[in-house]
């Protein structure tokens, strides 16, 4: 089984930066791509940032440039720092594998809010 266990959310000011953290769970997260998905209301998960297993990273277009996918391979930890936040960002995130996902853990909700 994999499962992730998110943090790091909260609410902040729009142009404010955030990190957010997931502990992974399994034998292989060494070999994962890793992904941070976020859930707006109303609107499907989308995937938003990707790490693969090689550290290369890919964003989705409406967040590139302002969060940073990051992976900690000792500690089994994935991060997402958030910056120059707005307003359309707020969303629950997830982290968990691309493609091939495990469990989903219970996200971390994220609001960006005056």
């Known amino acids: 089984q994999v499962q992730f266990v998110e943090s790091g959310g909260g609410l902040v000011q729009p142009g404010g930066s955030l990190r957010l953290s997931c502990a992974a769970s399994g034998s292989m997260f060494s070999i994962y791509t890793m992904g941070w998905y976020r859930q707006a209301p109303g609107k499907q998960r989308e995937l938003v940032a990707q790490?693969?297993?090689?550290?290369?990273?890919n964003y989705a277009d409406s967040v590139k440039g302002r969060f940073t996918i990051s992976r900690d391979y000792a500690k089994k930890l994935v991060y997402l720092q958030m910056n120059s936040l707005k307003p359309e960002d707020t969303a629950v995130y997830y982290c968990?594998?691309?493609?091939?996902?495990?469990?989903w853990g219970q996200g971390t909700q994220v609001t960006v809010s005056s």
């Open positions: 790490i693969f297993s090689n550290g290369i990273t």
């Open positions: 968990n594998r691309v493609s091939y996902e495990g469990s």
